[in-house]
């Protein structure tokens, strides 16, 4: 199935059609897909040590074996598990052990999970399936776009991407993120081939980790392609904002560049200097021409800058879920009318679901699960209406269940067996199955399963704390001011703990303003345990703590030189890192606390 997809092209119309009606093929008899699926996965790997762990010394010819009889032996007998269950595996794979632990196939690449959610950088097995898959979903949702959003044929992309380096673990093993790997990879080369997009920034630009001077070139090389420039991309929303952001610092010393067909003092890496001055040279009348459009849009806080400085661009892509929406009202203003379209749904472990309606808004975007890609099962979560119980169970759940039995409206944990060593992983995200494309289920994403905060009987999730945190910051665009940033922490040094909320804004806000903001949101928080506690003083008042502006580029700073890469930054919404904190606290300038509840 995998191989016939690889013969289609992910741009022009016939190519476009077969890769469609490929996907409508694999999505129209799932129950019988995801079994040939998980037949391939133990065919693959059969005899590996994790699962004749549990399998012991069963002979089986999986090949011969019923496939209902196959499905229901392997979740019978191989249990779920989370990232630390396996995490010994990997670490031995990662010092150099070369039998067959978790796959048949020799493991040379491990990714790096940002960090940013869990607090800690996750290593996870990648293989050339991983950079396979990422092609070919890539190439299905162009195809997709392509018919909301046609493209000009050998146009360029606007990607702002970026790579980290990369290093050897201690048995040899090359490490990385994801995202480094796959730009690296024969793959990243093929996709822009055949969806005849082709990125402004060399290699050179992408792979020198250095995200401020990568940031700088990507603008100054995409303003001299800026009527070819189709689209404008990147891994996650925030990194484009922050692109944007900096622009508005940096337009001066862009427009001399290209007025000159100079690069800044500024970048100082040689080999990044040596890929841009190979491709710009002097036009002093397209520099005339941005600064005359920089200076209008001074005028108007930067409203609109993407289509006036790129008016060919057709759309805007990225990942715009989960931790990322907190950044689409920026995004917005930016790009005035030009659609923003959410990119696929995927994690550092396997790819999930393609955007099959580009032109939803990205609050309401959903992803249709591709059913060759990993065995999924989804693990039913019912919300606890009562607070009673215990602050480290968030929902209650049912038995897991095949994709071919998920249910309209009902909330699921994603459960993965992947071709690259992950057996039934509980993945930790929270999706809501809202409909299906042919049968196979189309997700919502909701949140991270992980609760967020707790102090005592509460329970708020990311979600929870994004709606509270939007409610108490529409105040501020009254007085002409805008949240930049925010994070959280659940404080319990005191008798009784309480949750503080920080916050970075652009603009001058009232304190009254700002206590009338802490109040607001302490009293939005809707979980009746929650509630409950703060009536009855077992939870304190809610405390907002102002930061200074450049704050959380300060927390960016600190993932970045621990290894983070910016395609793959997030925000932690919920902080323990004590690091981060002495950060948040050092640069506290003002501290309000909530009388919601007085």
């Known amino acids: ?58 002979d089986l010819d999986i090949r011969e074996m019923d496939a ?46 940002s960090g940013t959610t869990e607090g800690r950088q996750k290593l996870i097995p990648f293989t050339r399936h991983n950079s396979e898959t990422t092609l070919q979903i890539f190439r299905l949702a162009a195809a997709y776009r392509s018919r909301v959003y046609p493209t000009r044929s050998n146009g360029r992309n606007l990607e702002f991407i970026y790579s980290s380096k990369r290093f050897k673990t201690r048995g040899g093993l090359m490490a990385g993120t994801a995202t480094t790997h796959f730009f690296a990879s024969e793959e990243y080369r093929i996709k822009q081939e055949k969806i005849k997009l082709f990125t402004c920034s060399p290699h050179e630009v992408i792979s020198t980790g250095d995200y401020k001077q990568t940031t700088y070139c990507h603008l100054l090389i995409g303003l001299f392609f800026r009527k070819e420039v189709e689209c404008i991309t990147s891994t996650f929303a925030y ?53 005359d459009i920089c200076k209008g849009l001074q005028g108007s806080d930067w409203f609109g800058l993407v289509p006036k400085l790129w008016p060919n661009a057709k759309y805007v892509y990225s990942i715009m879920t989960g931790s990322m929406q907190h950044y689409l009202k920026k995004l917005r203003h930016y790009c ?117 905060l707790v102090v005592n009987i509460d329970k708020n999730t990311e979600k929870d704390l994004q709606l509270v945190v939007e409610k108490g910051s529409q105040l501020l665009s009254k007085h002409r001011a805008e949240l930049v940033d925010f994070t959280s922490h659940a404080k319990l040094t005191h008798q009784s703990g309480h949750y503080v909320i920080y916050w970075e804004i ?19 928080f809707v979980d009746p345990g929650y509630v409950v506690s703060r009536r009855t003083n077992s939870i304190g008042p809610l405390e907002l703590c102002i930061v200074e502006r450049g704050t959380f580029k300060k927390i960016l700073d600190y993932f970045i030189g621990n290894g983070a890469t910016l395609s793959q930054f997030k925000i932690p919404r919920c902080t323990n890192n004590e690091t981060l904190l002495k950060i948040l606290d050092l640069y506290t300038v003002k501290r309000f606390r909530s009388t919601a509840y007085s």
């Open 336 to 452: 005035g009318s030009l659609p923003l379209v959410s990119a696929e749904y995927g994690s550092t472990e396997s790819w999930i679901g393609v955007n099959l309606d580009p032109s939803l808004e990205p609050e309401k975007v959903t992803f249709a699960v591709m059913p060759t890609f990993s065995y999924f099962e989804f693990i039913p979560l019912y919300r606890q209406d009562q607070y009673s119980g215990s602050g480290s169970v968030d929902f209650i759940e049912d038995d897991p269940v095949p994709l071919s039995q998920v249910k309209v409206g009902q909330e699921y944990e994603i459960v993965l067996t992947t071709f690259t060593g992950l057996y039934r992983y509980r993945l930790g995200d929270v999706v809501e199955v809202s409909g299906f494309h042919n049968e196979t289920p189309k997700l919502k994403f909701i949140c991270r399963r992980k609760l967020l």
């Open 1 to 58: 199935m995998e191989a016939e997809a690889s013969n289609g092209n992910g741009n022009g119309c016939s190519n476009d059609h077969d890769i469609i009606r490929w996907f409508d093929t694999i999505s129209t008899n799932v129950a019988t897909v995801q079994r040939e699926t998980l037949r391939q996965i133990l065919e693959l790997n059969r005899g590996v040590e994790y699962l004749k762990k549990w399998f012991g010394d069963k």
């Open 68 to 113: 209902c009889e196959m499905e229901s032996l392997y979740t019978s007998l191989v249990p779920l598990v989370s990232h630390e269950d396996l995490e010994p595996f990997i670490q031995r794979i990662a010092d150099g052990d070369t039998s067959p632990i978790l796959t048949q196939h020799p493991i040379t690449t491990l990714s790096l999970s």
């Open 506 to 524: 652009k603009g001058k806000v009232e304190e009254r303003v700002l206590c009338e903001c802490c109040r607001e949101m302490d009293a939005s």
């Open 239 to 291: 990194s484009m904002v922050q692109a944007f952001s900096s622009f508005e610092e940096q337009w001066e010393d862009i427009c001399k560049d290209i007025k000159e067909g100079n690069v800044s003092s500024k970048i100082t890496l040689s080999k990044m200097r040596k890929a841009v001055l190979d491709i710009i040279e002097p036009n002093p009348s397209l520099a005339s021409r941005i600064e």
